[in-house]
């Protein structure tokens, strides 16, 4: 069964910094990779997805990507306290296509 | 604009009755899944489907069954609920089978006393 593990923190940084939030997977076969925002009694929301190897940028999003090492990262650059919610990785692919597996999330906060 | 939408968003019922969830899509997306979200679990899946009259069990779908009759539309019914279904119940839905990218309605808060 594909797992997927991420930190669940809580990760606190200071307003501008950088958070780095981290997410692995069990499933070699996986193909694509999702990163949603979830705010307090709210619904995830896609913030990016990334399919190959690498950096892919996007605002103040990076999302990084290394499928040898079966990781996958998300930088948040310049932290604002409105980024505070709980990040959730989703893989999909591989075994379960068509479906997504997701991660239990990681709860960021960050303080002015 | 196209949207998903879930009803009711807050239902208290009482255990051993059924219940009933509606998920209704308006983009034409040919899949769409139910997952429940509980503190310490995450997002897991309880029934999916790709199409008209096609449904799937995902890894929690004991006491749980979903039909689809078109493609707007997946009702997630609880046959009798039990208060380990108190939950937070969120729809989803992708455009096919190559395209894996979910877009979740804003879910329903179930309560089961």
């Known amino acids: 069964q594909k797992e997927v593990e991420q930190n669940s923190g809580p990760l606190s940084v200071p307003e501008g910094a950088i958070a780095s939030l981290n997410c692995t997977y069990s499933?070699?076969?996986?193909?694509?990779f999702f990163w949603y925002r979830q705010y307090s009694g709210k619904s995830p929301e896609l913030i990016m997805s990334?399919?190959?190897?690498g950096d892919k940028e996007d605002g103040r999003f990076t999302a990084q990507l290394n499928k040898a090492s079966q990781y996958v990262s998300l930088l948040i650059r310049d932290s604002q306290p409105s980024d505070s919610a709980t990040y959730l990785c989703?893989?999909?692919?591989?075994?379960?296509?068509?479906?997504?597996?997701f991660g239990q999330g990681t709860i960021l906060t960050v303080h002015p | 604009d196209a949207e998903i939408t879930q009803s009711p968003r807050h239902k208290i019922t009482e255990t051993g009755r059924q219940v009933t969830l509606a998920c209704h899509q308006t983009w034409n997306h040919n899949n769409m899944f139910w997952y429940r979200q509980d503190l310490g679990h995450g997002l897991r899946l309880i029934h999916y489907s790709y199409g008209v009259q096609d449904t799937n069990k995902g890894e929690v779908s004991d006491g749980y069954s979903v039909s689809r009759s078109n493609t707007e539309d997946l009702p997630l019914t609880l046959e009798s609920a039990a208060s380990s279904q108190t939950s937070v119940y969120f729809c989803a839905s992708s455009p096919d089978r190559g395209s894996e990218t979910q877009y979740f309605g804003p879910g329903t808060r179930l309560l089961v006393l």
């Open positions: 499933d070699r076969g996986s193909q694509s």
């Open positions: 989703a893989v999909g692919g591989g075994t379960s296509y068509g479906k997504l597996t």
């Open positions: 990334i399919y190959s190897n």
